[in-house]
């Protein structure tokens, strides 16, 4: 049985996880520890950066400088290695490219649907304000 050392912080910090990507995100599942999906003008940069760098010999270290590379991310439910993070636009985004992929959108921590809508269309969220002019006050 041969040891495997990891030659990069990508490698490391993955720990032989599978990455799938998508069209427009990435999906990591960490055997036993969860998973999250990245959109991949994130993911692309931060996977690069990694896999020029040399691995510190502690997995764990490796996976969080590899994660705080990461400014927006959704978590699958059940996973303690990092909380869901972003704008709320881009998590909105990131939602509906899962969502046109057939993910079932349950299984993620995904802020409240209201929320994400709002992020999406300001405007709608809005209420609207009552175009009367100011009536002059009686006196």
């Known amino acids: 049985m041969s040891l495997r050392v ?18 427009e995100f ?16 994130v993911w692309l940069p931060a996977a690069s950066w990694a896999a020029s760098r ?5 997995r764990l270290r490796d996976r969080g400088l590899l994660l705080q590379r990461l ?20 998590l909105a985004r990131l939602r509906e490219a899962m969502k046109a992929e057939g993910l079932d959108l349950k299984e993620w921590n995904f802020p409240p649907q209201e929320v994400l809508d709002q992020a999406l269309n300001p405007e709608a969220a809005r209420p609207e304000r009552e175009s009367k002019p100011d009536e002059p006050e009686d006196g």
């Open 6 to 23: 990891p030659k990069n912080v990508l490698e490391a910090a993955l720990g032989g996880a599978p990455v799938k990507r998508y069209r």
């Open 26 to 41: 990435a999906l990591v599942v960490f055997e036993g520890e969860g998973a999250i999906c990245v959109p991949n003008d």
């Open 54 to 58: 040399t691995p510190s010999g502690n």
């Open 71 to 90: 400014d927006v991310l959704v978590t699958r439910r059940g996973t303690a290695i990092v909380t869901t993070t972003g704008a709320h636009r881009r």
